[in-house]
């Protein structure tokens, strides 16, 4: 029982530079050590963006709900055009003003053109409008499979990193090995 800890102890500290690249260079660093380091950053750099986007669009749903709630009418919509991650509706309000939002309805999922659907807007923003009923918690796991993937791939580009950073470390021993030998 007491091997498990200690092994997996060691795999860390052979995983941790791969994993959490420090920002900082060693004296004498090597420049093809340096830009592998560069590389890693680059690529942590990255998942840490596609994470903020990711949470920033959930953020954004959630702003725009609260927005709704704030000034909320609701009127009964027509589908024109359903897709994926886009539906064009058409909605009277109460005061007979016709509105096709320009950027569509927000969480469009499930809708089929020539549906009747009711919608939630801002009274004072008419363009805003999402299903009626439909909330920023949609939006939470397109953006955190978003986020995952982000992770997945880049823990993948580092393990690759890592293996040909090892790969041309052996290269070089071997042929320095080779030279002494001569």
């Known amino acids: 029982m007491t091997e498990l800890p200690q092994r997996l102890k060691a795999l860390w500290h052979r995983a941790k530079p791969v994993i959490v690249p420090h920002l900082y260079g060693e004296p004498g660093e090597a420049l093809r050590a340096k830009v592998f380091r560069r590389i890693r950053i680059g690529i942590v750099v990255a998942a840490c963006l596609v994470t903020l986007q990711s949470v920033l669009l959930v953020v954004g749903a959630w702003r725009n709900d609260q927005q709704i709630k704030r000034h909320l009418g609701v009127a009964e919509a027509t589908v024109l055009d359903a897709g994926q991650r886009r ?58 499979s978003i986020a995952v993937v982000g992770w997945l791939v880049a823990g993948v580009a580092l393990a690759g990193t890592a293996v040909l950073e090892r790969r041309g470390d052996r290269r070089k021993a071997e042929s320095v090995t080779a030279a002494e030998g001569r």
């Open 87 to 144: 539906s064009t509706i058409e909605f009277v309000t109460p005061d007979r003003v016709t509105y096709r939002p320009e950027l569509g309805v927000l969480y469009p999922s499930e809708l089929e053109d020539g549906m009747r659907i009711y919608v939630e807007y801002d009274t004072n923003n008419p363009d805003l409008v999402r299903v009626q009923h439909r909330n920023a918690a949609l939006a939470i796991v397109p953006a955190g």
